[in-house]
């Protein structure tokens, strides 16, 4: 901007100083035009790109950038009538001016101040002429000391400066000057000596040193001077200023001419350097538009970037306050204002997350759902007892969780009946999921305040208090069957055979035969009581584990050695999988729940030839690493009544089972920190899953 500022004044000093210097126009308009059209350039391009990059700003939507371009075209807008005044103001003033320079009557004073001065000249050398022609008819020339002497008291400043005697060849004869040091007279030009020799008289003005003087040459002929002619010489000077005067007027009166003769070209000079300079100008108002228009939208459009990063939930940095104007008073209360709503937001973040790690150390779940029945917050309890994914179930209503969790569809239904009941508070216990993964959960809801509507949900998973107090209840049961059946059954037993031994040798064939059969009976029932009372005894008996690292695939053998032959052959097969480790674990107990296993699957065969298959890998729950045991038969598979309670005891379809088979599986397998999931496999069978985890 410096650049073309000075690009201005350069041009406009020209325009103004054309009328003392016209050559200068012509010495400087070349580099002018060279600068102003580069800064043209400069200024086209610099424009282009900004205008470009507002073109683009607008089409991308960014903040300030519609503020911008109404800013710009108001302030071009203002700008351009005023310059476009000025500028046809000054064609005609140029226009005016030029023709006033070139005035006929300024010429002609002009010409006539010359004719003027040639005049005076021409009349004062006819004068010096006449005064040296009488001056010669005085003198005599016969002798040389008298001739000085009356050539000396000619001299003087007013008069002739110098007298001479000259030769035909210039050379000084003779000599009288005011000048007492100069010994040789001005020698004449030979043009100037051979016309007064040829013609007796030569006379004429002529500039030595800036300073004007009249040089009289007058041929001398007589018998005092021999054959050959003298030339007398008279020097008269001119008034001092006259030759500056003459110079002057001559120099103005050719520059005058020049101006003349140029006139249309410099009128088209000087109308294209306004013009340059018009466009010099409209250019730097427009730049200047830009930049008044970025300084005034660069806080405004700061602030409505900052705006939306505070909409969005992010707090910008501190805006830079440029000015101490209302802008500026804006903006330092837009910093005060985000310092003040940064503070609060961390004050309820620290809240938050005081609640979040409340919440999350909480071994109950807590759900919060909204007036609308949306589901709003979850702890980590929660999402681990109920299996919910926070990012994927939060902000669902209740009947869209029902659909996508058809498990937990209970709850739910649950919740929102109490939603739309009277009551504020409420508590049920409530059981989910089947009989391999059983869930209950003691649930208690809350109505929020007013304000914000919704209900708060609050649950318990007492699945394993459930069922360690179902199983308690069922150990004690089996320990009092235990101890009141076994006592009298040996006493039975005895009685039955003394009275076979008693009574059979006193009656016939047909009541011996009637004795016996109805004592079988008796020893068969008491026995089969005896298998009850000790199953019942091994449930209600505590166990007590003797842990060690143990490989699955070394009892799988065992079994396999075991079940290989005989009436009631098996057959296995085993695959285990790279990497499995072994597990920590009592085999005494795990080989019970294997014999348990395969003895369920043979009584469930009906006399079918049981196939086996056992397949062993490694599976890592928890972040803890342990070995996947998955049994399964092609036997019928379970029933679905059997599913929902197949842990309980005494829950069984075979008409000799006694129903604890598995629940003294579960029971082994959960005291070794596993878990066990039974369910029909797709291709038909019993499909039993064993989770045992690895030794360390």
């Not at 000087?270 to 008044?292: G, K, S």
């Not at 660069?298 to 992010?314: H, S």
């Not at 009551?423 to 109505?447: F, M, N, T």
Request: with cysteine; aromatic share 6%; charged share 25%.
């Amino acid at each position: 901007m410096l650049a073309v500022l000075a690009v201005l004044l350069s041009a406009l000093y020209l325009v103004s100083s054309v009328e003392q210097e016209t050559t200068q126009l012509g010495r400087q308009a070349q580099w002018v035009f060279l600068i102003t059209g580069l800064a043209l350039l400069v200024l086209t391009v610099v424009i282009a790109a900004r205008l470009y990059r507002l073109v683009q700003r607008l089409r991308q939507g960014e903040p300030g950038a519609r503020l911008t371009a109404r800013l710009v075209a108001l302030l071009i807008a203002l700008a351009m009538p005023p310059l476009v005044v000025l500028y046809l103001f000054a064609i005609q003033f140029l226009s005016d001016t030029v023709e006033g320079w070139l005035d006929v009557d300024t010429e002609a004073a002009l010409a006539d101040s010359i004719t003027l001065g040639q005049m005076f000249l021409e009349l004062r050398t006819r004068e010096v002429s006449g005064q040296v022609t009488r001056l010669e008819r005085q003198l005599r020339f016969d002798d040389d000391d008298r001739l000085f002497r009356d050539l000396l008291r000619q001299v003087s400043a007013a008069g002739p400066t110098e007298l001479a005697l000259l030769d035909r060849s210039g050379q000084t004869q003779v000599l009288a000057s005011i000048d007492p040091g100069r010994l040789l007279a001005d020698r004449p030009g030979s043009f100037a000596l051979v016309q007064a020799l040829e013609s007796g008289e030569y006379a004429a003005a002529e500039a030595v040193d800036g300073r004007m003087r009249i040089r009289v040459l007058r041929r001398v002929d007589g018998p005092q001077l021999g054959a050959a002619p003298m030339v007398l010489q008279a020097l008269y000077p001119l008034p001092a200023d006259f030759a500056d005067l003459a110079g002057d007027i001559e120099a103005a009166y050719y520059r005058y001419r020049n101006v003349t003769f140029l006139r249309d070209r410099l009128q088209q000079s000087l109308v294209l350097i306004l013009t340059l300079v018009l466009l010099l100008t409209a250019l730097l108002a427009m730049l200047l538009a830009f930049n008044a228009a970025r300084r005034l939208t660069r806080p405004i459009r700061e602030l409505a970037v900052a705006t939306e990063e505070l909409t969005a939930g992010r707090f910008p940095e501190e805006l830079s306050v440029a000015s101490r104007d209302e802008l500026g008073f804006l903006v330092r209360s837009f910093n005060v204002m985000t310092r003040e709503l940064l503070s609060s937001r961390q004050a309820l973040e620290s809240q938050r997350r005081y609640l979040e790690i409340v919440l999350g150390r909480l071994s109950a779940g807590v759900m919060v759902f909204d007036r609308d029945g949306r589901l709003s917050a979850l702890n980590a309890s929660a999402g681990q007892i109920l299996e919910l994914d926070e990012a994927r179930d939060r902000g669902q209503s209740i009947g869209h969780l029902k659909q996508s969790l058809p498990r937990l569809g209970p709850l739910f239904e649950l919740i929102e009946r109490r939603e739309q009941g009277s009551a504020a508070d409420w508590r049920e216990e409530i059981q989910l999921g089947g009989a391999d993964r059983p869930l209950v959960l003691v649930c208690r809801g809350s109505s929020l305040p007013a304000d914000t509507g919704g209900q708060v949900v609050v649950f318990d998973d007492v699945t394993v208090l459930d069922q360690a107090q179902r199983d308690a209840a069922w150990a004690e049961v089996a320990r009092r069957l235990a101890h009141e059946v076994k006592n009298p059954l040996t006493p039975i037993q005895l009685a039955a055979e003394r009275l076979q031994y008693k009574l059979e040798p006193a009656l016939d064939d047909d009541q011996q035969a009637l004795l016996g059969k109805a004592t079988t009976t008796i020893r068969a029932q008491v026995d089969t009581l005896k298998r009850l009372v000790d199953a019942f005894g091994d449930y209600a008996r505590p166990v007590r584990l003797k842990l060690e690292p143990l490989a699955l695939d070394r009892l799988v053998a065992e079994m396999t050695d075991l079940y290989a032959s005989g009436a009631q052959a098996v057959d296995f097969e085993c695959r285990q999988a790279d990497g499995t480790p072994p597990v920590l674990a009592d085999i005494a107990q795990l080989r019970q729940v294997m014999l348990n296993l395969i003895r369920n699957a043979q009584e469930a065969a009906a006399g079918r030839h049981l196939k086996l298959a056992i397949d062993l890998s490694p599976e890592q729950r928890d972040q803890q690493e342990g070995v996947l045991w998955v049994l399964t038969d092609n036997g019928p598979g379970f029933a679905d009544e059997v599913l929902e309670r197949i842990f309980e005891p005494y829950v069984t379809t075979k008409p000799r089972g006694t129903g604890l088979g598995l629940a003294i599986v579960r029971r082994i397998v959960e005291d070794h920190g596993g878990t066990i999931n039974v369910a029909n496999a797709p291709t038909g069978g019993a499909e039993i899953r064993l989770w045992l985890p690895a030794a360390k």
